[in-house]
């Protein structure tokens, strides 16, 4: 089982058993969109910011990216770390059908998915070293600001296991806490590599 110092913030109370099975840390969940109206929820998570540190483990759909954004927005103070499962589409065991989108959520995932996920930011993870990608790296690579940067980015983010949809600034939180900017470096030019054999 993983030890992980900070809180991990989920979407809901499946997510958070399923959490539960892979790590020690503390897991909260936002039961949703109701972290939208719930000003305790709010004050709590900020509080567990400030104290703790945070890694948000949203799903990798529309709703998990606003609840992502929505916990970033409110947090003034302390640490917010992003943790992204990889997008498989499939159906939960419990549910009759898939999801709107069709994808897995946090509860779907794999037992070694969800280890793979959260291994970075365990004791003495790569997260914890802080990676230094910065916004400068991805436009020099041409992932962003560039031609055909959001189809290199979306092609990057799919060989890191990553949404395909993230923007520039979310591939940089990403990446930063998974890899170390050596590797992120030689991923990023193998993918950039592969464009220029396309052209």
């Avoid at 909260?28 to 972290?35: L, R, S, V």
């Avoid at 949809?165 to 591939?171: G, P, V």
């Amino acid at each position: 089982m993983l030890h992980i110092e900070k809180a991990i913030i989920v979407e809901g109370v499946y997510d958070r058993q399923r959490v539960g099975e892979v790590c020690d840390a503390f897991c909260f969940a936002t039961d949703g969109f109701k972290i939208f109206k719930d000003r305790e929820k709010r004050e709590f998570i900020r509080l567990l910011a400030r104290e703790k540190g945070l890694i948000v483990l949203t799903d990798p759909d529309r709703a998990g990216f606003l609840i992502r954004s929505h916990i970033k927005n409110i947090v003034r103070e302390g640490e917010v770390l992003q943790a992204y499962i990889p997008e498989i589409f499939g159906k939960e065991r419990r549910k009759a059908v898939p999801s709107a989108e069709g994808k897995l959520g946090v509860e779907g995932m794999e037992r070694e998915a969800l280890e793979e996920t959260l291994r970075p930011f365990a004791c003495g993870g790569a997260a914890a070293d802080g990676g230094g990608i910065t916004k400068a790296d991805l436009f020099s690579l041409g992932l962003s600001g560039g031609k055909d940067s959001r189809e290199k980015r979306a092609a990057l983010c799919r060989a890191l296991c990553l949404p395909a949809q993230l923007s520039a600034n979310a591939l940089i939180d990403a990446a930063n806490a998974i890899m170390s900017k050596k590797d992120f470096l030689r991923a990023a030019n193998s993918i950039i590599f592969d464009f220029t054999k396309i052209e």
